[in-house]
């Protein structure tokens, strides 16, 4: 679940070096602290969200509670958080846009990913319930109004509800997301031995937020690493 191409952690280690002294302590400590707590073990799929305001929150959801990737279908429509309500936390979660519902399952799946559909029509398993140690997985939010489609429905591994007490069937998406991202990236972290990123991949991480962080951080590495891309 890492992708750091050829290049391994010592390549990363000299060019971080390098962009920290272009940075205060302070701002190079919170980068690096926030990169310890960041996990890939279990990931977020929006399939077809259609509101702005919602494509933004399940950004700070993710962001918030640690949540590297998340991906997003969007056949039916574009993806696009709106700024205000995002606020920037898209440059520190990797989005991953993939051509159809087909596809983005296949390849969870080909990484090692659960695919769980949150659905408050199925009775499968509560956020108490769900086995968080029995491997990575992947939570699939559907479309604001339909919900998840039948692809997901046949595709997935099992289904995940929120139980309801009141006279409310459901809740809006945007705050599901928030309730099951919060909830199971805690149960992770208590209860999963691996969840953090392996080194590469906090390395290929921090990498990218400093470059971001720096100005001229592309003139910078190139006056010191000639190979540098």
């Known amino acids: 679940m ?21 940075m205060t302590p302070e701002r ?3 980068l690096r602290n926030t990169v310890a707590m960041r996990t890939r073990y279990m ?5 077809n969200m259609f509101h702005g305001q919602n494509a933004a929150a399940l950004i700070r959801h993710c962001e918030a509670f640690g949540v590297q990737e998340m991906h997003t279908v969007e056949t039916l429509c574009r993806f696009d958080p709106n700024p205000d309500i995002v606020r ?12 159809s519902t087909a596809e983005a399952i296949a390849a969870l799946r080909g990484a090692g990913y659960r695919i769980v559909a949150t659905t408050p029509h199925r009775e499968d ?7 968080v140690a029995r491997g990575p997985f992947a939570l699939v939010f559907g479309t604001e109004h339909a919900g998840i489609s039948d692809e997901v429905i046949a595709g997935a591994d099992e289904f995940l509800r929120i139980p309801m007490c009141g006279m409310v069937e459901s809740l809006n998406v945007s705050a599901s997301a928030a309730i099951l991202i919060y909830m199971l990236s805690e149960r992770v972290r208590l209860t999963v031995g691996d969840w ?16 971001a962080s720096v100005k001229d951080a592309a003139g910078i590495l190139a006056r010191k690493f000639e190979d540098c891309e």
């Open 2 to 22: 890492t992708n750091t191409g050829n290049r391994d952690t010592a390549w990363y280690a000299e060019r971080i070096a390098c962009l920290a002294e272009f």
């Open 28 to 30: 190079y400590d919170v």
């Open 43 to 47: 990931t977020v799929l929006a399939e």
């Open 88 to 99: 920037g936390t898209d440059q520190w979660v990797d989005i991953r846009r993939h051509a």
């Open 125 to 131: 398993v509560t956020p108490e319930t769900f086995d």
């Open 196 to 211: 953090r990123m392996d080194r590469a991949g906090q390395a290929e991480v921090l990498f990218r937020w400093m470059q």
